[in-house]
Protein backbone atom coordinates (compact mmCIF):
# COMPACT_ATOMS: atom_id res chain seq x y z
CA UNK A 1 0.00 0.00 0.00
CA UNK A 2 1.04 3.79 -0.63
CA UNK A 3 0.89 6.60 0.60
CA UNK A 4 -2.51 8.33 0.44
CA UNK A 5 -3.12 11.57 -1.44
CA UNK A 6 -5.26 14.41 0.93
CA UNK A 7 -6.80 17.39 0.00
CA UNK A 8 -7.08 19.26 3.48
CA UNK A 9 -8.73 22.57 4.27
CA UNK A 10 -8.85 23.96 7.65
CA UNK A 11 -7.83 25.81 10.61
CA UNK A 12 -4.43 26.25 11.75
CA UNK A 13 -4.42 26.06 15.72
CA UNK A 14 -0.90 25.92 16.64
CA UNK A 15 2.52 25.96 15.33
CA UNK A 16 5.93 24.10 16.22
CA UNK A 17 8.90 24.49 14.36
CA UNK A 18 11.76 22.02 15.19
CA UNK A 19 14.77 22.20 12.96
CA UNK A 20 14.17 21.96 9.37
CA UNK A 21 10.47 20.86 10.53
CA UNK A 22 7.10 23.09 10.53
CA UNK A 23 4.78 21.28 12.60
CA UNK A 24 0.98 22.27 11.96
CA UNK A 25 -1.97 21.41 14.23
CA UNK A 26 -5.21 21.25 11.95
CA UNK A 27 -8.78 20.63 11.99
CA UNK A 28 -11.02 20.55 9.70
CA UNK A 29 -13.84 22.01 11.06
CA UNK A 30 -16.31 19.38 10.07
CA UNK A 31 -15.33 16.86 12.55
CA UNK A 32 -13.42 16.02 15.80
CA UNK A 33 -10.32 15.48 14.16
CA UNK A 34 -7.07 16.69 14.57
CA UNK A 35 -4.37 16.34 12.09
CA UNK A 36 -0.94 16.95 12.41
CA UNK A 37 0.18 18.11 9.26
CA UNK A 38 4.28 17.89 8.49
CA UNK A 39 5.99 20.25 6.40
CA UNK A 40 10.08 19.34 5.60
CA UNK A 41 12.27 22.12 4.32
CA UNK A 42 14.40 19.52 2.55
CA UNK A 43 11.31 18.05 1.11
CA UNK A 44 9.62 21.23 -0.53
CA UNK A 45 11.67 24.29 0.56
CA UNK A 46 9.04 26.81 -1.00
CA UNK A 47 6.32 25.18 0.93
CA UNK A 48 8.67 24.85 4.00
CA UNK A 49 9.48 28.98 3.70
CA UNK A 50 5.08 29.61 3.73
CA UNK A 51 4.37 27.13 7.05
CA UNK A 52 7.13 28.81 8.81
CA UNK A 53 5.95 32.18 8.14
CA UNK A 54 2.16 31.17 9.09
CA UNK A 55 -0.24 32.83 11.72
CA UNK A 56 -1.92 30.58 14.42
CA UNK A 57 -5.93 30.85 13.29
CA UNK A 58 -4.96 31.12 9.45
CA UNK A 59 -7.67 29.15 7.43
CA UNK A 60 -5.55 27.31 4.99
CA UNK A 61 -5.75 24.11 2.16
CA UNK A 62 -3.27 21.68 2.19
CA UNK A 63 -2.57 19.03 -0.61
CA UNK A 64 -0.18 16.32 0.70
CA UNK A 65 0.16 12.40 1.52
CA UNK A 66 -1.01 10.38 4.95
CA UNK A 67 2.15 8.08 5.38
CA UNK A 68 1.48 4.57 5.81
CA UNK A 69 3.84 4.62 9.29
CA UNK A 70 2.31 7.71 11.41
CA UNK A 71 5.03 8.78 13.86
CA UNK A 72 2.40 11.58 15.36
CA UNK A 73 0.96 10.52 18.81
CA UNK A 74 -1.30 13.51 18.38
CA UNK A 75 -3.77 13.47 15.29
CA UNK A 76 -3.52 11.40 11.94
CA UNK A 77 -0.36 13.01 10.49
CA UNK A 78 -0.07 14.91 6.93
CA UNK A 79 2.72 15.56 4.80
CA UNK A 80 2.52 18.45 2.80
CA UNK A 81 3.22 18.77 -0.55
CA UNK A 82 1.36 22.34 -0.80
CA UNK A 83 -0.30 24.83 1.49
CA UNK A 84 -2.22 27.32 0.57
CA UNK A 85 -3.24 30.47 2.74
CA UNK A 86 -6.61 31.29 2.60
CA UNK A 87 -7.47 33.56 5.16
CA UNK A 88 -5.08 35.06 7.55
CA UNK A 89 -6.30 36.45 11.22
CA UNK A 90 -5.60 39.96 11.18
CA UNK A 91 -5.99 40.47 14.91
CA UNK A 92 -4.48 37.91 17.89
CA UNK A 93 -7.09 34.98 19.19
CA UNK A 94 -9.35 35.88 21.71
CA UNK A 95 -8.41 32.34 22.62
CA UNK A 96 -6.11 29.35 22.20
CA UNK A 97 -8.01 27.40 19.53
CA UNK A 98 -5.65 24.04 20.65
CA UNK A 99 -7.42 24.39 24.22
CA UNK A 100 -3.66 24.19 26.30
CA UNK A 101 -4.85 27.93 27.91
CA UNK A 102 -8.16 27.29 28.91
CA UNK A 103 -10.62 30.22 28.12
CA UNK A 104 -13.19 32.22 30.54
CA UNK A 105 -16.92 31.30 29.55
CA UNK A 106 -17.24 34.76 28.84
CA UNK A 107 -14.70 34.97 26.47
CA UNK A 108 -16.04 32.03 24.85
CA UNK A 109 -19.78 33.00 24.74
CA UNK A 110 -18.18 36.49 23.21
CA UNK A 111 -16.06 34.78 20.44
CA UNK A 112 -18.21 31.31 20.11
CA UNK A 113 -17.02 31.72 16.37
CA UNK A 114 -13.64 30.73 16.72
CA UNK A 115 -14.29 28.87 20.36
CA UNK A 116 -15.69 26.17 18.07
CA UNK A 117 -12.08 25.54 16.90
CA UNK A 118 -11.79 23.85 20.54
CA UNK A 119 -12.23 20.21 20.81
CA UNK A 120 -14.43 20.55 23.73
CA UNK A 121 -17.16 23.24 21.77
CA UNK A 122 -17.09 21.24 19.10
CA UNK A 123 -18.13 18.03 21.01
CA UNK A 124 -20.28 20.44 22.56
CA UNK A 125 -22.64 21.42 19.50
CA UNK A 126 -22.31 18.59 18.00
CA UNK A 127 -24.06 15.79 21.09
CA UNK A 128 -26.33 18.95 21.19
CA UNK A 129 -27.39 17.99 17.20
CA UNK A 130 -27.69 14.83 18.10
CA UNK A 131 -30.09 15.04 20.92
CA UNK A 132 -32.11 16.80 18.42
CA UNK A 133 -32.14 14.33 15.69
CA UNK A 134 -32.13 11.41 18.22
CA UNK A 135 -35.42 13.06 19.61
CA UNK A 136 -36.77 13.78 15.92
CA UNK A 137 -35.95 9.94 15.30
CA UNK A 138 -38.08 8.74 18.29
CA UNK A 139 -40.90 11.00 18.09
CA UNK A 140 -41.64 10.37 14.03
CA UNK A 141 -41.08 6.14 15.02
CA UNK A 142 -43.70 6.96 17.75
CA UNK A 143 -46.38 8.53 15.17
CA UNK A 144 -45.89 12.02 15.97
CA UNK A 145 -46.03 14.95 13.45
CA UNK A 146 -43.58 17.54 13.28
CA UNK A 147 -45.21 20.92 13.31
CA UNK A 148 -44.53 24.66 13.39
CA UNK A 149 -46.55 27.19 15.15
CA UNK A 150 -46.72 30.76 15.00
CA UNK A 151 -43.13 32.72 17.63
CA UNK A 152 -45.41 36.16 17.03
CA UNK A 153 -48.72 35.48 19.27
CA UNK A 154 -51.21 37.45 20.43
CA UNK A 155 -51.65 35.91 23.75
CA UNK A 156 -49.11 33.96 26.22
CA UNK A 157 -49.92 30.71 28.17
CA UNK A 158 -47.45 30.50 30.49
CA UNK A 159 -47.70 33.51 32.78
CA UNK A 160 -48.12 37.26 31.70
CA UNK A 161 -44.96 38.54 33.61
CA UNK A 162 -42.76 36.45 31.64
CA UNK A 163 -43.98 38.22 28.17
CA UNK A 164 -42.04 40.02 25.40
CA UNK A 165 -44.10 42.56 24.43
CA UNK A 166 -43.79 44.19 20.73
CA UNK A 167 -45.61 46.46 18.77
CA UNK A 168 -47.13 44.74 15.62
CA UNK A 169 -48.85 47.20 12.85
CA UNK A 170 -50.16 49.25 15.82
CA UNK A 171 -51.51 46.12 17.91
CA UNK A 172 -50.04 44.26 20.84
CA UNK A 173 -47.98 41.02 20.22
CA UNK A 174 -46.17 39.00 22.03
CA UNK A 175 -43.05 36.49 21.59
CA UNK A 176 -44.14 33.00 21.79
CA UNK A 177 -43.58 31.67 25.89
CA UNK A 178 -43.98 28.31 24.30
CA UNK A 179 -46.29 26.51 21.49
CA UNK A 180 -48.59 25.48 24.16
CA UNK A 181 -51.87 26.72 23.23
CA UNK A 182 -51.38 25.82 19.73
CA UNK A 183 -49.90 22.63 20.02
CA UNK A 184 -53.11 22.03 21.82
CA UNK A 185 -55.27 23.56 19.40
CA UNK A 186 -53.69 21.02 16.67
CA UNK A 187 -55.34 17.93 18.48
CA UNK A 188 -58.42 18.97 17.15
CA UNK A 189 -57.26 17.51 14.11
CA UNK A 190 -53.56 15.82 14.14
CA UNK A 191 -53.56 13.24 17.37
CA UNK A 192 -49.79 13.50 17.72
CA UNK A 193 -47.93 16.55 17.46
CA UNK A 194 -44.00 17.54 18.22
CA UNK A 195 -42.34 20.52 17.74
CA UNK A 196 -38.57 21.95 18.24
CA UNK A 197 -38.88 25.49 19.11
CA UNK A 198 -37.77 28.59 21.00
CA UNK A 199 -39.31 29.83 24.31
CA UNK A 200 -39.04 33.52 24.60
CA UNK A 201 -39.65 34.31 28.58
CA UNK A 202 -38.99 37.92 29.91
CA UNK A 203 -37.82 36.22 33.36
CA UNK A 204 -35.63 38.71 35.10
CA UNK A 205 -33.54 36.54 37.02
CA UNK A 206 -29.48 35.36 36.44
CA UNK A 207 -29.14 31.64 36.56
CA UNK A 208 -27.36 29.23 35.56
CA UNK A 209 -30.42 26.83 34.34
CA UNK A 210 -32.49 29.81 32.89
CA UNK A 211 -32.45 31.91 29.33
CA UNK A 212 -34.65 34.82 27.51
CA UNK A 213 -34.84 32.56 24.43
CA UNK A 214 -34.37 28.83 25.27
CA UNK A 215 -35.38 25.85 23.10
CA UNK A 216 -38.01 23.03 23.83
CA UNK A 217 -38.91 19.80 22.51
CA UNK A 218 -42.65 20.55 22.78
CA UNK A 219 -45.20 17.47 22.56
CA UNK A 220 -48.76 16.66 22.45
CA UNK A 221 -50.96 13.93 21.81
CA UNK A 222 -54.68 13.00 21.69
CA UNK A 223 -56.98 10.23 22.63
CA UNK A 224 -55.14 9.74 25.90
CA UNK A 225 -56.27 7.46 28.45
CA UNK A 226 -54.45 8.67 31.31
CA UNK A 227 -51.69 11.00 32.38
CA UNK A 228 -48.97 7.52 32.71
CA UNK A 229 -48.86 7.90 28.91
CA UNK A 230 -47.62 11.00 28.36
CA UNK A 231 -45.07 10.46 30.90
CA UNK A 232 -44.22 7.05 29.18
CA UNK A 233 -43.48 8.68 26.10
CA UNK A 234 -41.12 11.53 27.64
CA UNK A 235 -39.38 8.44 29.68
CA UNK A 236 -38.96 6.62 26.63
CA UNK A 237 -37.55 9.43 24.71
CA UNK A 238 -35.33 10.70 27.51
CA UNK A 239 -33.99 7.02 27.63
CA UNK A 240 -33.47 6.71 23.43
CA UNK A 241 -31.53 10.64 23.73
CA UNK A 242 -29.42 9.23 26.04
CA UNK A 243 -28.91 6.08 24.38
CA UNK A 244 -28.34 7.72 20.98
CA UNK A 245 -25.91 9.98 22.27
CA UNK A 246 -24.01 7.01 24.06
CA UNK A 247 -23.78 4.94 20.78
CA UNK A 248 -22.90 7.57 18.21
CA UNK A 249 -21.17 10.36 20.05
CA UNK A 250 -18.64 8.59 22.09
CA UNK A 251 -15.68 10.84 20.40
CA UNK A 252 -17.25 13.36 21.68
CA UNK A 253 -18.12 12.02 25.33
CA UNK A 254 -14.33 11.50 25.38
CA UNK A 255 -13.40 14.95 24.76
CA UNK A 256 -15.47 16.22 27.38
CA UNK A 257 -14.17 13.90 29.61
CA UNK A 258 -18.01 12.43 30.32
CA UNK A 259 -19.08 9.11 31.36
CA UNK A 260 -22.52 8.90 30.32
CA UNK A 261 -25.32 6.48 31.86
CA UNK A 262 -28.52 5.50 30.95
CA UNK A 263 -30.77 7.09 33.42
CA UNK A 264 -32.29 4.52 35.50
CA UNK A 265 -35.70 2.84 34.75
CA UNK A 266 -38.94 2.82 34.82
CA UNK A 267 -37.91 6.38 36.45
CA UNK A 268 -39.34 6.81 39.71
CA UNK A 269 -42.67 8.90 40.14
CA UNK A 270 -42.34 11.07 43.67
CA UNK A 271 -45.35 12.30 45.29
CA UNK A 272 -45.43 16.52 45.63
CA UNK A 273 -46.62 16.11 48.99
CA UNK A 274 -43.46 13.13 49.55
CA UNK A 275 -41.34 15.95 47.85
CA UNK A 276 -42.39 17.93 50.63
CA UNK A 277 -41.76 15.84 53.32
CA UNK A 278 -38.62 15.10 51.82
CA UNK A 279 -37.71 18.73 51.97
CA UNK A 280 -39.18 19.28 55.68
CA UNK A 281 -36.42 16.17 56.42
CA UNK A 282 -33.93 18.54 55.02
CA UNK A 283 -34.92 21.35 57.11
CA UNK A 284 -37.05 23.18 54.05
CA UNK A 285 -40.34 24.81 55.30
CA UNK A 286 -42.59 24.97 52.23
CA UNK A 287 -46.35 25.09 52.52
CA UNK A 288 -48.37 23.09 50.21
CA UNK A 289 -49.96 23.96 47.17
CA UNK A 290 -46.45 25.99 46.83
CA UNK A 291 -44.33 25.30 43.62
CA UNK A 292 -40.91 24.36 43.82
CA UNK A 293 -37.96 26.71 43.51
CA UNK A 294 -34.46 25.63 42.40
CA UNK A 295 -33.21 25.70 45.71
CA UNK A 296 -35.79 22.63 46.47
CA UNK A 297 -35.56 21.43 43.04
CA UNK A 298 -31.49 20.43 43.85
CA UNK A 299 -32.33 18.92 47.45
CA UNK A 300 -34.43 16.67 46.59
CA UNK A 301 -32.02 15.70 43.45
CA UNK A 302 -29.58 15.11 46.09
CA UNK A 303 -31.67 12.87 48.26
CA UNK A 304 -33.14 10.80 45.42
CA UNK A 305 -29.51 10.29 43.90
CA UNK A 306 -28.77 8.34 46.85
CA UNK A 307 -31.37 6.30 46.62
CA UNK A 308 -30.25 5.67 43.60
CA UNK A 309 -32.50 7.70 41.12
CA UNK A 310 -31.12 10.19 39.04
CA UNK A 311 -34.26 10.76 37.19
CA UNK A 312 -37.72 10.93 38.50
CA UNK A 313 -41.03 12.42 38.07
CA UNK A 314 -42.83 14.88 40.56
CA UNK A 315 -46.59 13.87 39.93
CA UNK A 316 -50.09 14.87 41.63
CA UNK A 317 -49.17 18.65 41.74
CA UNK A 318 -51.32 21.23 43.56
CA UNK A 319 -53.25 22.66 40.80
CA UNK A 320 -52.64 26.16 42.37
CA UNK A 321 -49.16 25.79 41.51
CA UNK A 322 -50.15 25.17 37.71
CA UNK A 323 -51.19 26.49 34.71
CA UNK A 324 -54.85 27.13 33.45
CA UNK A 325 -54.37 24.61 30.79
CA UNK A 326 -54.11 21.70 33.48
CA UNK A 327 -56.77 19.22 34.51
CA UNK A 328 -57.66 19.79 37.89
CA UNK A 329 -58.15 16.65 39.89
CA UNK A 330 -59.94 18.64 43.12
CA UNK A 331 -57.09 20.63 44.87
CA UNK A 332 -54.41 18.07 42.59
CA UNK A 333 -53.66 18.40 38.95
CA UNK A 334 -53.09 15.87 36.23
CA UNK A 335 -49.47 18.02 35.75
CA UNK A 336 -46.19 16.50 36.36
CA UNK A 337 -42.67 17.58 35.91
CA UNK A 338 -39.42 15.45 35.04
CA UNK A 339 -36.53 16.11 37.09
CA UNK A 340 -32.65 14.81 36.67
CA UNK A 341 -30.57 15.14 39.38
CA UNK A 342 -32.06 18.21 40.65
CA UNK A 343 -32.51 19.74 37.44
CA UNK A 344 -36.21 20.26 36.22
CA UNK A 345 -35.80 19.26 31.98
CA UNK A 346 -39.71 19.09 31.46
CA UNK A 347 -42.81 19.47 32.39
CA UNK A 348 -46.37 18.57 31.49
CA UNK A 349 -49.98 17.00 32.36
CA UNK A 350 -53.03 16.03 30.80
CA UNK A 351 -54.96 19.03 29.70
CA UNK A 352 -58.31 20.36 30.21
CA UNK A 353 -59.98 19.31 27.24
CA UNK A 354 -63.94 19.89 28.34
CA UNK A 355 -64.88 23.49 26.88
CA UNK A 356 -66.98 24.96 29.97
CA UNK A 357 -64.12 23.56 32.81
CA UNK A 358 -61.22 24.74 30.48
CA UNK A 359 -63.00 28.58 30.57
CA UNK A 360 -63.84 27.89 34.07
CA UNK A 361 -60.21 27.34 34.90
CA UNK A 362 -59.22 30.58 32.96
CA UNK A 363 -61.73 32.90 35.26
CA UNK A 364 -60.21 30.97 38.60
CA UNK A 365 -56.47 32.03 37.25
CA UNK A 366 -57.98 35.99 37.53
CA UNK A 367 -57.39 35.27 33.46
CA UNK A 368 -59.99 36.96 30.80
CA UNK A 369 -61.64 33.89 28.47
CA UNK A 370 -62.63 36.22 26.09
CA UNK A 371 -58.71 36.96 25.55
CA UNK A 372 -58.43 33.36 25.03
CA UNK A 373 -60.91 33.06 22.34
CA UNK A 374 -58.99 31.45 19.57
CA UNK A 375 -57.84 29.08 21.44
CA UNK A 376 -61.43 28.18 23.22
CA UNK A 377 -62.86 27.67 20.20
CA UNK A 378 -61.01 24.80 18.85
CA UNK A 379 -62.23 23.11 22.16
CA UNK A 380 -65.79 23.19 20.33
CA UNK A 381 -65.39 20.82 17.71
CA UNK A 382 -64.99 17.59 19.58
CA UNK A 383 -61.72 18.01 21.31
CA UNK A 384 -60.67 14.64 22.67
CA UNK A 385 -58.64 14.27 25.77
CA UNK A 386 -54.67 14.91 25.42
CA UNK A 387 -52.11 16.12 27.25
CA UNK A 388 -48.17 16.18 26.69
CA UNK A 389 -44.81 18.08 27.91
CA UNK A 390 -42.19 20.65 26.97
CA UNK A 391 -39.09 19.36 27.44
CA UNK A 392 -36.10 22.23 27.92
CA UNK A 393 -33.41 20.82 25.03
CA UNK A 394 -30.75 23.42 26.25
CA UNK A 395 -31.00 21.60 30.43
CA UNK A 396 -30.80 18.50 28.25
CA UNK A 397 -28.14 18.88 26.29
CA UNK A 398 -26.49 20.39 29.67
CA UNK A 399 -26.81 17.11 31.97
CA UNK A 400 -25.89 14.82 29.16
CA UNK A 401 -22.72 17.10 28.43
CA UNK A 402 -22.20 18.17 32.26
CA UNK A 403 -21.88 21.36 31.79
CA UNK A 404 -22.74 23.85 34.60
CA UNK A 405 -23.98 26.76 32.85
CA UNK A 406 -27.17 26.59 30.08
CA UNK A 407 -24.99 28.92 28.47
CA UNK A 408 -21.85 26.21 27.59
CA UNK A 409 -24.91 24.64 25.24
CA UNK A 410 -25.77 27.47 23.79
CA UNK A 411 -24.16 28.94 20.46
CA UNK A 412 -25.24 32.49 21.28
CA UNK A 413 -27.33 32.75 24.61
CA UNK A 414 -29.50 35.14 25.52
CA UNK A 415 -29.92 36.52 28.89
CA UNK A 416 -30.39 39.95 31.05
CA UNK A 417 -27.14 41.06 29.53
CA UNK A 418 -26.44 39.53 26.56
CA UNK A 419 -28.26 41.05 22.86
CA UNK A 420 -24.92 40.45 21.11
CA UNK A 421 -23.15 38.49 19.09
P1 LIG B 1 -42.35 25.03 31.35
O1 LIG B 1 -42.56 26.49 31.52
O2 LIG B 1 -42.09 24.25 32.60
O3 LIG B 1 -43.62 24.36 30.69
O4 LIG B 1 -41.17 24.77 30.32
C1 LIG B 1 -40.84 23.48 29.91
C2 LIG B 1 -39.36 23.21 30.06
O5 LIG B 1 -38.63 24.16 29.29
C3 LIG B 1 -37.43 24.51 29.94
N1 LIG B 1 -37.44 25.96 30.19
C4 LIG B 1 -36.36 26.75 30.21
N2 LIG B 1 -35.06 26.48 30.01
C5 LIG B 1 -34.20 27.49 30.10
N3 LIG B 1 -34.54 28.77 30.37
C6 LIG B 1 -35.83 29.08 30.58
N4 LIG B 1 -36.16 30.35 30.83
C7 LIG B 1 -36.82 28.05 30.50
N5 LIG B 1 -38.15 28.01 30.63
C8 LIG B 1 -38.51 26.73 30.44
C9 LIG B 1 -37.38 23.73 31.24
C10 LIG B 1 -38.84 23.40 31.49
O6 LIG B 1 -39.01 22.23 32.24
N6 LIG B 1 -46.20 24.63 28.16
C11 LIG B 1 -45.48 23.97 29.22
C12 LIG B 1 -45.11 22.56 28.86
C13 LIG B 1 -46.28 21.64 28.69
O7 LIG B 1 -47.08 21.52 29.62
O8 LIG B 1 -46.39 21.01 27.61
C14 LIG B 1 -44.22 24.77 29.54
O9 LIG B 1 -43.78 25.62 28.81
O10 LIG B 1 -36.64 22.54 31.02
Given at each position: MSAQSVKLSGWVNSIRAVGGIVFLEVIDG????????VVKKSRNPEVWQRASKIKTGSAIT????????QVSKRGLEVHATNLEVLAEPIDLLPLDPAG????LLDTIIEHRYVALRMAKQRA????RAIVASAAREYLESNGFLEVHTPKICGAGAEGGATLFQLDYFGRRAFLSQSPQLYKQMLMCGISRVYELTPYFRAEPHSTIRHLNESWGIDVEMGFIDSVEEIMGILEGLIAHVFARVKEVASRELD????KLSEPRRPFKHLDYSEALEILKSLGFEIDWGQDLGSTEEKAIGEFM???????YFIVNYPWDAKPFYIMRKGKLSAAFDLDYKGLELASGGQREHRYNELVENIRIKGLNPDDFSFYLKAFKYGMPPHGGFGL????????IT???????????PRDRQRLLP
Amino acid sequence: MSAQSVKLSGWVNSIRAVGGIVFLEVIDGGSLDIYTVVVKKSRNPEVWQRASKIKTGSAITIRGTIPEVQVSKRGLEVHATNLEVLAEPIDLLPLDPAGTTPALLDTIIEHRYVALRMAKQRAIFRIRAIVASAAREYLESNGFLEVHTPKICGAGAEGGATLFQLDYFGRRAFLSQSPQLYKQMLMCGISRVYELTPYFRAEPHSTIRHLNESWGIDVEMGFIDSVEEIMGILEGLIAHVFARVKEVASRELDALGVKLSEPRRPFKHLDYSEALEILKSLGFEIDWGQDLGSTEEKAIGEFMLKEGYDAYFIVNYPWDAKPFYIMRKGKLSAAFDLDYKGLELASGGQREHRYNELVENIRIKGLNPDDFSFYLKAFKYGMPPHGGFGLGLDRLVMVITQSQNIREVVLFPRDRQRLLP
